[in-house]
């Protein structure tokens, strides 16, 4: 179960974790209309911040506007609600945001001419390494699911929205069934697209690549972070469609998300990556992100956004 925290934002205010309910006719449970975030505090020696706050705000909004979903919120009342929700649960160590925007009670139908009404919640609690603390330092062992991602001009795949975690679910699902911590989709043209929950990097050669923007993925905020950091190292990043015999070529790969991080790969389908272990790139690369929160890498950016400043 999740740690639970004492408070939760719903609708404007803080309400106790276990009164933050919703009704069981909310459209969103029935038809997948709900757009999230998934956000990380990091603890750091001036208090704990969040994470390009603004950035995943941003994109909390853009799933929204793809499916005409109003939030009735100002992007500032929505930083600042995650802000609150941090200090008022007192979440020092770390913690992950959940944001979210959901059509909820009203008709039951799937486009009904009164759309319900939208409702909005930030939760927060601790939440650890999402692939095992263990997979950050050694790697997982992954394979390449039997379900593609979602194909262009069906479920956009640059909204988070609760339905596109369908296809998510069949793809870690089946992994694990299998005995892999995590599983790979391929888009429909049958080139690498993403993980389950987490974007694609891999290393040949000295060269970092990662599938691009067409190629069926989220946008992932860590993804842009792993490739402005690699770019600052010197190394050079190609965005670009990658067919699946590479993954078993790399010398590296890794897998970036919110909730995974930087989480090294060991194998694809059984087969060995590199020396089957956590390569050379990957770690620099890890070292570089986690050095944003301890103050060896610098914020260029503007990333760590303090929960002070609301
Ligand atoms: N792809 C999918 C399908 C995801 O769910 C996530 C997690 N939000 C990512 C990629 C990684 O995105 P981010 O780095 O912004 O968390």
């Given at each position: 179960p999740i740690s639970a925290a004492k408070y939760i934002w719903q609708n404007g205010k803080l309400v106790p974790w276990e009164k933050a309910t919703v009704h069981v006719l909310a459209h969103a449970l029935h038809y997948g209309s709900t757009v999230f975030e998934g956000v990380r505090s990091y603890p750091t020696a001036n208090g704990p911040i969040i994470f390009r706050l603004t950035d995943h705000t941003k994109r909390l909004f853009d799933s929204a506007k793809i499916y005409r979903i109003d939030i009735p919120y100002s992007f500032d009342d929505i930083s600042a609600a995650c802000k609150e929700i941090i200090v008022s649960n007192e979440l020092n160590r770390g913690a992950y945001l959940r944001p979210f925007a959901f059509r909820g009670y009203g008709e039951i139908g799937v486009a009904p001419k009164?759309?319900?009404?939208?409702?909005?919640?930030?939760?927060?609690?601790?939440?650890?390494?999402?692939?095992?603390?263990e997979g950050l330092e050694n790697g997982i062992d992954v394979c390449v699911s039997s379900w593609q991602r979602l194909a262009p001009n069906t479920i956009p795949a640059m909204g988070k929205a609760a339905g596109n975690y369908l296809s998510s679910q069949l793809i870690s699902m089946e992994a694990k069934r299998l005995g892999f911590a995590e599983g790979i989709g391929l888009s429909t043209d049958g080139t690498v697209s993403e993980g389950a929950g987490e974007n694609l990097f891999l290393i040949r050669d000295g060269v970092i690549y990662t599938p691009a923007i067409a190629n069926s993925?989220?946008?992932?905020?860590?993804?842009?972070?792993?490739?402005?950091?690699?770019?600052?190292?010197g190394f050079e990043v190609r965005e670009q469609a990658i067919p699946r015999e590479l993954l078993y070529l790399a010398d590296e790969i890794f897998l970036t998300g919110t909730a995974a991080e930087i989480t090294p790969?060991?194998?694809?389908?059984?087969?060995?990556?590199?020396a089957g272990k956590r390569g050379p790139v990957t770690e620099t690369l890890q070292s570089a992100f986690f050095g944003l929160f301890n103050g060896k890498t610098?914020?260029?950016?503007?990333?760590?956004?303090?929960?002070s400043d609301r």
């Open positions: 009164n759309p319900p009404p939208v409702e909005t919640v930030v939760a927060a609690f601790e939440w650890g390494a999402y692939l095992g603390a993925i989220l946008q992932g905020i860590t993804r842009d972070s792993v490739v402005k950091l690699a770019r600052v190292h790969v060991r194998s694809v389908d059984h087969i060995q990556i590199g610098p914020d260029k950016w503007g990333w760590l956004e303090s929960c």
